[in-house]
């Protein structure tokens, strides 16, 4: 029987300047894997962007070669790992769908990071690019600090001008204004912002676009409490403040002064004090956690009264709804969203509690055989690279190490938790969660995600995609 043919995909990555992972280097490592497993080289497949993570590159070599695989002109992939392969989810599952297909496939990295052969491997590759994800996420923070600059100068950061301001977004718009502040007086002596929301919609005030008569509830309490009215600059939805501790205040003309803005402000929060919770109905895992990918809008869980087809025997969905101020065009069947979502949660949180150190109390009696094994590993590596042993043997050694090492971190992270079990929020396993109450479980959601944004499915697709579910990681 023939060698297998396999396609070896090489891209540079922005985290490889300074670790000698050129493409040659690369491409010599996946040839000499490709070797070591007995298959041989089809064609090679190179990518020279540097960010795969960016949503709408597209990386000619990468479709080229998903094409070859589907046609069945190549039998397999071999990279140099999954971050050079995939760090898209979208692209990922384009990948696991070929895999599925037909199932002789072949594939490896030189890494050894993870096999999309298995059903293990994939769930693993999903969690990894969900990872990766996240520091592109971190990185994309940092540009975000240019933003922070601009607004720690007090200057607007673009886009139409909020409700109450002429379109410039400095000087006051005096009959909107006006409309604000009697509301806010309304709001003083009681009534209720359901009224005053009510009231506007039928007079016709402040809709958010043009041609619409909608006005959800919490824009019309954002318009009363907005820090801008009275000149305060937000930043991610809070108050900036300058090294000092004062506010930074923006350049523009305010509408309250700091009191009249404080009195409304206690007022609402008073409200919600004594309702607390009243209009969340936290039913289900992710209500007030997912979002449409849409609209953006919170999505809330609702049972399936009629089981339809669509609904895939799911005993209740995550719909992005019309009444609750969204689109209505999004939702999911929520047993695969809660169970894709928690498991997400607790890698992260594993992974976390396998890196905290013991802080307090008798030391972690294992510690040094740990120091030993990643001593090791991390000499190894270095052998490699400086070609004093060639990858093959590397690869030969590497599993061992790494298994022992990763069962020892996890032994670490058992034993961290045990000590400040009070501390730690970890859960070990999907029997361990759901047995808490809601409330707990969706604090645990809480601690390592903010959001969950939920993208649309095509029409008909039945099948349930997790590339479409968004975490977006604190
Ligand atoms: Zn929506």
Redesign the pocket.
Known sequence: MAAPRVAVYTRISRDDEGEGLGVARQRQDCERLTDLRGWAVAKIYEDNDVSAYKRHVRRPAFELMLSDLADGLIDGVVAYDLDRLARQPKDLERLIDLYDERKRRMFATVTNDVNLGTADGRTMARVMVAFANKSSHDASRRIQRKHLELARQGKSSGGPAPYGWQKDGRKVDLVAAEHIRAAQKQLLAGVRIGTIRTDWQRRGLAHPREGTTRLPHHLVERMLTNPRLCGYRTYRGEVLLDDDGHPVIGAWDPINTVEEWEAVCAVVAERKQKYPGRSLARKYLLSGIAR??????K?RGQINRHRSPNSKGASFSYQ?SVVNG?????GRAGEAVDEFVISLVLAEQRERAASTTVREGEPWPNASELAEVEADIAALTQAAKAKEITVSTLLQLLPDLERRRDELKLERGRFSKARHQAASPSVDTLEDFLSLPLERQQALILHSLSAILIHPAGRGVRKFDPSLIEPVWR
């Open positions: 449409c990918g849409l609209c953006h809008a999505i992005c969204g689109c209505g065009k999004v």
